[in-house]
């Protein structure tokens, strides 16, 4: 039996890819017809956490809609990617270059949630005990600085130096040697460091609102230059996370049934299923892909965070979205 073809996957640590492979695609009936590749740009490293994404994407493929996928280090040069015309959809917290850039961007469907969790070393009992310390990011304009912003404003406090380490496992990882001693993490990583060294750290309080974390985005004029590739695409999306919602087994299932995350070890797999459960269950995932009031809550997060310019309630939400895709695939699967 034929094993489906992996995805192909790009990882560039610093800097952004000029030259992209073009490749003809064979449309399905009523799919796009396209004669390149969609290049997809992702802000973070392809794993578990991604992988109902990367699962999507492939059953886009099914449909006739192909893709290149490249994995950033940074979320801020997958998003510049996208400004500079050097792939097509990008997945990241784009709102600061959405506001800022002269290319029009618009946010398409809402990835995750940003359901995650400060921890800290046994020796900061409280955020106050984080005054004029060091904190460890993700990344420069991501969701987890734009939560520690937040927190660290309504706690009085102000952090002596910040420091970028992607990724929630590697972060976890430095925390455990001893590297970095308070950072924001995802649910897997926080129930991991809690499991491995839940002795030495613990959870500070958090936020109660969910908002965006990731977002599917692409300039307007791709847009609608591309927009059959674009309906595919987000109504796959929206398929996929209602599917979830119901039965979050199915990520698991498409991906051993497409063979994805092949290089990864049995241990590494194993923890696919029980992070989708989790996921649903602490509404990880919105299956309605977001729409106008999560654009108004990322709003009001964003302008308190100090990454969107306010007040929020003057924003509108046609500069930031375009909710034509995501009406229509709810139009198209009901709903």
Known sequence: MTRPAKPIVRVLAGTVLAAWALAAVTIAPGAARAAEKVRVALGDVVSVETLAMLVALERAKDRGVDYDLTSFAKEDLAIQSVVNGQADLGIGTPY??????????????????????????????????????PFTFHSRGSGTEAMGNILAKRNGISFSERSYVPGSENRIIAMVKGQIKATIIDLTNKNKLMAMAGDRFHVLPGLDTPVSDEVIFASAKWMEDNSAQVGVVIE???????????????????????????????????????????????????????????????????????????????????DYWDLRPLDAAKKALGG
Do not use: C, H
């Not at 989708?276 to 990322?298: H, N």
């Open 236 to 318: 796959e999306m929206l398929k996929l996370w209602r599917e979830m919602a119901k039965n979050p087994k199915v990520i698991e299932e498409e991906r051993a049934k497409r063979n994805l995350l092949a290089d990864q070890p049995k241990e590494v797999l194993a923890e696919v299923v029980p992070y989708y459960v989790e996921g649903v269950k602490e509404g990880l995932f919105d299956p309605e892909g977001g729409g106008r009031e999560t654009a108004k809550s990322d709003f009001e997060f964003y302008t308190e965070a100090g990454q969107l310019q306010g007040p929020a309630k003057d924003l509108k939400v046609e």
């Open 96 to 133: 600061a270059v959405i506001q800022k850039s002269k290319v029009p961007l618009r946010i398409l469907y809402q990835v995750s949630r940003l359901v995650y969790f400060p921890v800290a070393s046994n020796e900061y009992a409280t955020w106050k005990d984080l005054d004029g310390k």
